[in-house]
């Protein structure tokens, strides 16, 4: 079965795998030159057992868009290629039930509607079509929460951690800028203490070592309310990383580019609430490091500058609370893995940048990242 299919379908049940559920436009966005051709052969995927289709059907009549998840021939599929045991036929099934039930499927698939608009920017049938087949630039990588849990987390002794659990991450990559971010992902229905409550963990992790943090409201009014909540939540006092917050309305996310446009506006505590400028995703200040692109493939798609979680420079930069000195003098030369790099053209940043020349990764062990000496 595995050999029916074609590229295209294989980074589509990667996908499915790691973010769980996508719609039909969705996908059609990332990867289709029409919605058309996208149920075409959606419709001949399902008809293989590949994948799961399902809809919700609204109180007032009519339903949904059709919604996909990996069905259970995909998830054998997956296993094998990763190989994992594969599930039980019975306890998939019932996996896939919970998920048309689950009472935050329309959050995740706003979540995911957020990156798939962003891995837009790369389709690959329409990159081919305007003759730019191979380009790199746009969504570099893409992490669901549950891969977020497992890698930002921080031991603080005494038997306490800290996790971070952002409703994804993903590094945006435009005109020779790399910016790397955490998004929260907010429809309303928690409460703006809860909301800011999340700052705490945000703060205990060496989070500007990593990117900036979004907030993505539903509203113009709810990110005013937002901002103001920040503020009184800080106290005046500086969180220790970078802040954007944008709205989904149509003052905002209506531009062409969606969350790649100008459509962020950084906080700061001497900031009013509202926001005098917005800036595009690519201008945001730059934090995190840039690693070695990995060489595309279906196994992991939209994870070329994937941080590697048992490179040893990323633990010590785990470990690190503050911001490490620019100067490469201040750094102990503890191992060869630590290359040759340039720096980033913002010289107030702290953050490095490896080589980026592709490289195809080991497939039987993680690559190893670039640091600074």
């Known amino acids: 079965m595995w050999f029916r299919l074609v590229d295209r379908d294989r980074r589509l049940l990667a996908l499915l795998a790691e973010h ?15 919605v058309r051709r996208a149920q075409d052969r959606l419709r001949h995927l399902r008809e293989l057992g590949v994948v799961f ?11 949904s868009q059709t919604r996909y998840a990996l069905g259970y021939l995909g998830a054998r599929l997956i296993a094998a290629q990763r190989a994992e045991r594969p599930p039980a036929p019975k306890a998939y099934t019932e996996s896939l039930e ?16 957020f990156f798939c608009t962003l891995a837009a920017h790369r389709n690959p049938a329409r990159l081919r079509e305007a003759g730019r087949d191979g380009e790199v630039d746009g969504l570099t990588q893409w992490w669901s929460e549950r891969r977020c849990t497992e890698f930002f987390w921080k031991y603080l002794g005494g038997g306490r951690e800290t996790r971070l659990r952002p409703d994804g991450y993903g590094c945006w990559e435009e005109d020779g800028r790399t910016v ?3 998004l929260e992902h907010d429809t309303g229905t928690e409460s703006l203490t809860k909301v800011t409550g999340k700052l705490a963990d945000y703060a205990a992790f060496p989070t500007d070592a ?10 113009t009014r709810r990110e005013i309310a937002l901002r103001t909540a920040l503020r009184r939540a800080l106290g005046g ?30 906080w700061t505590p001497q900031g009013g609430d509202t926001v005098p400028r917005r800036y595009r995703l690519a201008e945001l200040p730059q934090r995190g490091p840039s690693v070695e692109h990995s060489a595309s ?13 048992n490179d040893r420079e990323m633990s010590r930069r785990i470990d690190t609370p503050q911001p490490e000195p620019a100067d490469p003098a201040g750094y102990v030369d503890d191992d060869d893995d630590l290359g040759d790099v340039t720096l980033y053209d913002d010289a107030d940043d702290d953050v490095y940048r490896a080589p980026t020349a592709p490289a ?9 990242t670039r640091w600074a000496a």
């Open 180 to 182: 790397r971010f955490f």
């Open 360 to 368: 195809r990764p080991d497939v039987h062990r993680p690559r190893r």
């Open 297 to 309: 493939n279906t196994d992991q798609p939209f994870n070329e500058a994937a941080l590697d979680p």
């Open 53 to 63: 289709a399902f809809r919700e059907s609204y109180l007032r009549g009519g339903t």
């Open 210 to 219: 990593f990117g900036v943090l979004l907030f993505s409201v539903h509203s």
């Open 20 to 34: 769980k559920v996508l719609t039909t436009n969705q996908i059609a966005a990332i990867e289709f030159l029409s």
């Open 237 to 266: 006092s500086e969180p220790g990383f970078v802040i954007a917050t944008a709205a989904r309305d149509d003052s905002t996310f209506g531009h062409a580019d969606g969350p790649a446009g100008p459509i962020w506006g950084l």
């Open 98 to 113: 919970r998920l048309a039930l689950w009472p935050k499927l329309e959050h995740q698939l706003g979540v995911n509607d």
